[in-house]
């Protein structure tokens, strides 16, 4: 059982250039994140999904775009890199609602560690 | 918009020890979630332990205990027997209940653990 997977684990990018970011999870959650870490800021949350063909902002999504073709998979794209979004990017899901058992508990990725320069 | 606060950047406990990392929480909700995870050295986050809002009585996970304040909005993890391994990144999370609830985190707490 693999969880949730993140590819790729590194890339260095030039500014302007544009890449995907790719999370792929087998567990059936219905929820799907992506959040950014920065030293001294904890975990900011970038988009969201709440299913297949749905996706939402969250607290920093400018500069990125996202897809959720399907259901396991949730890609963030880059359209045009900068300096700023150079981070740590992880990916993680969850079950919708509350009655099932692991709801509300996220599960995460690795980490996707993104240098622009 | 809700807000969680861990007010130490950084902790240190010798092996063995007991420590307590502080996490407080600002919401207007009624139904929540509050979570610890760990992040060690090799970045994967791991969820420690969570605690539902309307439970009165607090989680325990081994080792691993929370002090929950609903009306204070606190909500403290307290490790006893302090491990090398337990060396990691600390964060407190908040999560509402309800559709597509996000998970806000904290700052995070370094600890670090002496012989």
């Known amino acids: 059982n693999a969880g949730v997977t993140q590819t790729p684990k590194f890339r260095v990018l030039k500014t302007g250039q544009s890449m995907t970011l790719l999370c792929a999870q087998d567990m059936n959650h219905e929820y799907m994140y992506w959040y950014r870490q920065d030293p001294g800021m904890g975990l900011r949350l970038i988009h969201y999904?709440?299913?297949?063909?749905?996706?939402a902002k969250g607290e920093v999504p400018d500069g990125y775009n996202v897809s959720r073709l399907k259901k396991q998979n949730f890609l963030l794209g880059l359209e045009s890199a900068a300096p700023s979004q150079t981070s740590v990017y992880f990916c993680?899901?969850?079950?919708?609602?509350?009655?099932?058992?692991?709801?509300?508990?996220?599960?995460f990725g690795a980490g996707s560690r993104l240098t622009v320069l | 918009a809700q807000t969680v606060t861990q007010s130490q950047p950084e902790m240190s406990v010798q092996e063995a020890e007991t420590v307590t990392l502080s996490c407080t929480y600002d919401t207007s909700e009624s139904d929540y979630y509050l979570f610890w995870y760990k992040q060690p050295p090799s970045r994967q986050m791991i969820l420690v332990i969570r605690q539902e809002a309307y439970k009165q009585q607090n989680a325990t996970e081994n080792r691993f205990s929370v002090n929950f304040q609903k009306a204070a909005k606190s909500f403290s993890l307290k490790i006893s027997d302090s491990q090398l391994g337990d060396a990691a990144m600390y964060f407190c999370a908040y999560r509402a209940s309800g559709t597509a609830s996000k998970l806000t985190f904290g700052t995070g707490t370094r600890l670090q653990v002496t012989l």
């Open positions: 999904s709440v299913g297949e063909g749905t996706t």
């Open positions: 993680a899901s969850s079950y919708r609602g509350t009655g099932r058992t692991g709801a509300n508990v996220l599960t």
